[in-house]
């Protein structure tokens, strides 16, 4: 693409700021679909009575789909263009929606699975397309700043994601304590697991037609496709493969955190508060990581987008540690209640990692949009084809869940299990640091030479 066809934008303005205003909207859906996974586990978990490794499987299967229906997006993202990719995307959603309530009907737990599946290839489509849509309207120098700003509205999603969630998957009395779980009880819970499907896949239907008829806005906005582009070209990239280790990584630290957040805050010895009120906490996970976004837009004006990497990857460290070096401490002798947020909660020193693993979500906020800007700048593929290898490594939140499970059942610890995000931060520290001296170029399609 030339630097005339990067600068079309600018012409029709008014186009261009609606087109952001519909792909923002699709950043907001995405994450909202994703987070119901953090309180569908804990369903998962209670009706068909899991170990935490196999109700790990629901994040499992989400997320396994980037793996394998991202480089087939990216070809035909180059081939169909962003408007029909952004249409198909959602019709893959709402298609895994109505088999997630089959499931629930059926009471299977595998065909739970397959919705999930089903679900993550549409939202797969719509990163692969959404990401470099929104990085390439503007000035190439404040990509990461459209992206983070983005983000911010994905991170929205994502609290209103785990707050609907816990609002109305963890209601059931199935969560109560010390209470014997009957067919009825499964019943009730998985009623409304439907539910909350066919809302999501009704509403997501609607916005279908309202994307269909504004497809040519999207187009004429869009960087140029039109002809196939071999997805695979990324993996001569340096910089391609560099940051997609990275997204692998952070994407299934920040998943593996989230997924077992609900689970670390009920703890006795941590909060020792309901489903219900623990899922509910979890949503200011996000709400920080929110915070986080529109705070790091700001800052991008004025700092280095690779200094302030660094920086959040510090803080995500320093977190990580608290949380595991504060795995012994059990609760004191109450000294008074305090309202934490949502629920009255014993004054112990659970409170110390509780917070800790919370506020990781402040210092994931930029990392996600950051290390994906910082790599489409540095490749040396085409856009679609990095753009489709970085949505593929976003199957690290398929991995990362399950080390971190694992490390819990042969620790007996959750807060063991911070580990394993730990190293993934490690890693993004590192990443910021090499990303410093490394050759920049604008983001277009045909990208060429290597660096």
């Known amino acids: 693409m030339t630097d005339a066809a990067i600068a079309k934008p600018s012409a029709k303005s008014g186009g261009v700021k609606l087109a952001i205003v519909y792909v923002t909207c699709l950043f907001f859906i995405w994450a909202l679909v994703t987070n119901l996974l953090d309180p569908l586990l804990k369903t998962m978990k209670t009706v068909f009575t899991l170990t935490p490794v196999e109700a790990s499987l629901t994040g499992f299967a989400f997320f396994i789909a980037y793996g394998i229906m991202s480089l087939p997006s990216a070809a035909f993202l180059s081939k169909f263009g962003y408007a029909k990719s952004v249409m198909v995307g959602l019709g893959g ?28 290839s549409g939202v797969t489509l719509l990163q692969v397309a959404a990401n470099p849509l929104i990085a390439s309207m503007g000035k190439p120098e404040e990509s990461s700043f459209r992206l983070n700003l983005s983000q911010a509205f994905n991170s929205l999603g994502a609290a209103c994601g785990l707050w609907f969630g816990a609002n109305f998957l963890l209601k059931g009395d199935i969560f109560k304590k010390d209470i014997v779980i009957t067919d009825a009880l499964r019943e009730q819970a998985l009623g409304f697991v439907s539910n909350v499907y066919f809302a999501i896949g009704v509403g997501l239907a609607l916005f279908i037609l309202l994307i269909f008829l504004v497809r040519q806005k999207i187009t004429d906005a869009a960087p140029k496709t039109g002809h196939l582009v071999n997805p695979f070209t990324a993996l001569t990239s340096k910089w391609a493969n560099l940051g997609a280790i990275g997204i692998f990584l952070y994407v299934g630290a920040e998943v593996a955190i989230s997924l077992h957040l609900l689970l670390f805050l009920e703890q006795t010895r941590i909060l020792d508060i309901p489903s219900e009120q623990a899922g509910k906490l979890t949503t200011f996970y996000m709400v920080f990581a929110m915070i986080g976004r529109f705070g790091g837009s700001a800052l991008l004006k004025a700092f280095k987008d690779y200094f302030l990497l660094a920086l959040v990857a510090v803080g995500a460290i320093a977190l990580s540690l608290v949380v595991i070096l504060t795995k012994d401490m059990t609760p004191t002798a109450h000294a008074g209640t305090v309202n934490l947020l949502l629920a009255s909660a014993p004054v112990t020193t659970g409170l110390i990692p509780a917070f800790a693993a919370l506020l990781i979500g402040l210092f994931n906020s930029i990392m996600f949009p950051t290390i994906f800007t910082l790599t489409l700048q540095r490749s040396s593929a085409p856009t679609s084809a990095t753009s489709g290898l970085l949505c593929m490594a976003i199957v690290g939140g398929a ?9 819990e059942e042969l620790t007996g610890s959750i807060s063991m299990g911070f580990i394993a995000p730990l190293v993934c931060y490690v890693y993004v520290l590192w990443f910021a640091i090499v990303a410093k001296n490394a050759p920049t170029h604008e983001i277009e399609e045909g990208v060429a030479g290597g660096h």
């Open 93 to 120: 959603i709402v298609a895994g929606c109505f088999i997630a309530i089959a499931a629930a009907k059926l009471h299977v737990f595998g065909i739970f699975l397959v919705g999930l599946f089903v679900m993550a």
């Open 399 to 407: 991995f990362l869940p399950l080390a971190f499970a694992k490390i």
